[in-house]
């Protein structure tokens, strides 16, 4: 364990956390809600600095990010843990893992400068904070991003937004790009369905945007809960009020941990849900979790409608940079 420093001892000897906007007060012996910061001797610790649980290399794509140095890869790891309790996450066995104190001893031990010659022996442009929420091991992938800066790597988080101001403040500045899911935008489906509110996920979002960070917007569609016409365009249009130009994706839902009886999203509902982006202002929507054949992963030039990335999947086919070939339109985002 390290020490957490994204904390503070309040009045009275009680720690509190600063990783997130749950600010959990963890007294002696336990843990956050999330089940991996724990305080020990009057002091808070990450159980899971420098243990990561999974490690990949990713397209960029997959992240996804679409507008973030197109067609390159990420070096991807995750760690034990979470803020959010989401009843339908695609990776519960690592978010939702609790006491799990004889599979962290099991795990290689992985320093952040580890991670980094990592990254660069396998070429990768970037490194991931990826498959569970960055904010519960934000110390770790924080000293990633320095580290990561020096090499002349970019860093990425992958995330549920869910920030406190004090890890705002530190991350803003090390991280190139984020893509934040955006649940639903109704908070009773936040405090319902995930554990958190919605909130501090639209301040971080705004929070983003104004440090001049890239950021991506992503949208789980899932039948009966956030797919009808009220919810899209609300979510669509607070992103398209912030910046048209952020990258919306709208994912298709599959049946997964706790909703396993939820059906899966028709691919007419994705459909929609683009349609809607555009018409509530966004220049790009795109459609994920369908097949290659369906979805709309293209990147295409608002101003006259060229292909400027054209995608296969998560496999980018042929690019010409971020300007249009056509009409020579610069599209926002970070490219090589």
Not at 3 to 20: F, M
Request: proline share 5%; hydrophobic share 40%; glycine share 8%.
């Amino acid at each position: 364990m390290k020490p957490a420093r994204l904390s503070r001892v309040e009045e009275g000897g009680a720690v509190k956390c600063l990783a997130c906007a749950h600010g959990c007060v963890v007294t002696e012996g336990r843990t956050g809600l999330c089940g991996v910061r724990r305080t020990v001797k009057g002091e808070l610790q990450s159980m899971v600095y420098g243990l990561p649980a999974s490690v990949a290399l990713d397209p960029i794509e997959k992240k996804p990010l679409y507008h973030f140095l197109p067609g390159s890869t990420a070096l991807s790891l995750g760690t034990f843990g979470c803020n959010f309790t989401c009843a339908f996450c695609q990776n519960y066995e690592l978010s939702q893992a609790r006491g799990m104190d004889d599979e962290l001893s099991r795990l290689p031990f992985l320093d952040p400068e580890a991670v980094v010659q990592l990254a660069l022996r396998q070429g990768a442009s970037s490194i991931a904070c990826t498959y569970n929420e960055p904010a519960v091991w934000a110390e770790y992938a924080l000293d990633i991003a320095v580290q990561a800066k020096e090499a002349g790597l970019r860093t990425v988080f992958v995330s549920n937004g869910f920030y406190s101001r004090e890890l705002l403040d530190e991350a803003l500045p090390l991280i190139d790009a984020y893509n934040i899911d955006l649940k639903s935008f109704s908070d009773d489906f936040y405090r319902r369905v995930c554990g958190g509110r919605l909130q501090p996920v639209l301040d971080a979002i705004r929070a983003i945007h104004d440090a001049g960070v890239w950021e991506e917007i992503t949208s789980l569609i899932i039948p009966g809960l956030n797919d009808s016409e009220h919810e899209l365009r609300a979510m669509a249009h607070f992103v398209a009020s912030i910046d048209p130009a952020i990258p919306w994706h709208v994912s298709r839902f599959f049946p997964m941990y706790h909703m396993q009886d939820t059906p899966i999203t028709p691919t007419a509902s994705i459909e929609r849900a683009v349609q809607v982006g555009h018409e509530e202002g966004l220049l790009h929507v795109y459609s994920g979790n369908l097949s290659a054949h369906d979805a709309a992963s293209d990147t295409v030039c608002p101003q006259c409608g060229a292909t400027v990335v054209e995608r296969q999947g998560y496999t980018v086919t042929a690019r010409t940079g971020l300007t249009c070939p056509s009409c020579g339109t610069h599209i926002k985002g970070v490219d090589r």
